[in-house]
């Protein structure tokens, strides 16, 4: 007997019925303008004065429901009403407008159907509260009986007076039941007319994906700003603190090194969180280009005491921008992963030329230093062969003659 009342009468079954009740206020519009068109046909300027009329006026408007369905916002306002009250798993439904014909066609199916059983319980559930409120009340009031309310002839008799709170008490529970049976059927029947199709699934996969690789990128860009600026400042205050008392002058140059490196690692910070914003505003730190910060870079690095030989054999300004910026970042982490694992002042060495119509950057310091000699490490060189390998380059990283090389070759979209 619970499990029955709460199957009638429970949290599920009462938002499922409001969501029925949703279905048939969206359908008085439609028989609005069908009764209209029943009226003169049948020659009543009352289309609502009979149960036919009105039976024929929500026949004539359940297709024009259908007709407006392709609407751009009947699927994701359906589908939001019966995520709030059908408890249908998320999941299930699809986001957005229906743009394909089948999810069209399914979505005009769903739309009629929840409009057509949302106003036949409507109906009941505006008419058959008071009809059975006056059989449960009728033996207790003799008025009632006396009065013109079209009641069942069978309550003029004895037996039928004191059957009608029964018969009253059974409306309810068969409307009850009506209510909760039209609400099951439309929860059955949601994820298949309002589900997504290959087409949605598709879309929300790749959108999936595009957010995975705006991910990735900031975790990059992040690991390659920050990761640089830390191990530059590490070594940097380390630098000063050795020679504060002998030479002043230098541990000067260091902390000023550290304070310009904090201070364009903070604009470059707020360039990368700025993706994770609604939108960039307009004084947001351009990112660093090989064109106008490797300078910069390279006295920053300095600063922090290896002795750093740099080979330009190539105009950084006729780079393009977008390759100027990525090499900036694989020579960034190419000195920040030199920098990062030294044992003491390391000596790099920094190549960048052209050749075959490639920019070649290649970056050599000695072998006890570099990443291999540290475990736990290598996300910085799996950033550079993303890098690398979404401009269709290449990246090698290895020992080579007594020295750690990395090695990146990037396709030039342009003459330099």
């Known amino acids: 007997m619970r499990r029955l009342a709460l199957l009638l009468f429970g949290r599920r079954a009462r938002r499922r019925w409001i969501h029925l009740v949703l279905g048939g206020a969206l359908a008085m519009p439609y028989v609005l303008v069908g009764s209209v068109v029943v009226g003169p046909l049948v020659g009543s300027s009352?289309?609502?004065?009979?149960l036919p009329l009105e039976l024929g006026s929500f026949a004539v408007g359940l297709p024009l429901a259908a007709l407006t369905s392709p609407f751009p916002l009947t699927r994701p306002m359906s589908v939001a009403a019966v995520r709030a009250l059908c408890g249908i798993d998320g999941d299930r439904l699809a986001d957005?407008?229906?743009r394909t014909r089948a999810a069209k066609g399914r979505t005009a199916a769903w739309f009629t159907l929840h409009l057509g059983l949302g106003g036949i319980v409507s109906g009941m559930s505006l008419a058959v509260p008071p009809f059975a409120v006056v059989l449960m009340v009728l033996p207790l009031f003799a008025g009632l009986r006396d009065s013109r309310l079209a009641l069942p002839g069978f309550v003029s008799r004895p037996w039928g007076l004191a059957l009608a709170p029964v018969v009253g008490l059974a409306t309810l529970l068969a409307l009850a039941a009506c209510a909760a049976g039209c609400g099951a059927l439309l929860a059955r029947w949601a994820p298949a007319l309002l589900g997504p199709t290959p087409?949605?699934?598709?879309a929300a996969a790749e959108a999936r994906l595009a957010d995975l690789a705006v991910r990735n990128r900031l975790a990059r860009e992040l690991h390659d700003c920050v990761g640089h600026a830390l191990s530059a400042v590490t070594l940097q205050a380390s630098a000063a603190r050795r020679v504060l008392d002998s030479?002043?002058?230098f541990a000067r140059e260091a902390l000023a090194a550290i304070e310009d490196t904090t201070r364009r690692t903070v604009g470059e910070l707020d360039a990368v969180l700025?993706?994770?914003?609604d939108g960039d505003s307009p004084g947001t730190a351009p990112a660093p280009t090989l064109a106008a910060d490797l300078d910069g870079l390279l006295r920053r690095t300095r600063a922090a005491g290896p002795r750093v030989t740099a080979e330009i054999g190539v105009d950084p300004a006729n780079l393009p921008e977008l390759l100027s910026r990525e090499a900036y970042r694989i020579v960034q982490e190419g000195m920040s992963n030199a920098l990062r694992h030294a044992g003491g002042c390391p000596e790099v060495v920094l190549r960048i030329e052209a050749a075959?119509?490639?920019?070649?950057?290649?970056v050599d310091n000695r072998l006890e230093t570099t990443l291999a000699s540290r475990p736990g490490g290598g996300h910085g060189l799996r950033g550079i062969a993303?890098?690398?390998r979404l401009l269709g380059g290449t990246a090698q990283a290895g020992p080579a003659g007594g020295m750690w090389r990395l090695h990146v070759r990037l396709p030039m979209k342009g003459p330099v």
Do not use: C, Q
């Open 46 to 50: 009352d289309a609502f004065g009979s």
């Open 199 to 202: 087409e949605d699934r598709l």
């Open 96 to 98: 957005g407008p229906a």
């Open 356 to 362: 075959d119509r490639h920019l070649e950057i290649t």
């Open 274 to 277: 700025g993706v994770l914003r």
């Open 386 to 388: 993303d890098r690398a």
């Open 247 to 249: 030479d002043p002058e």
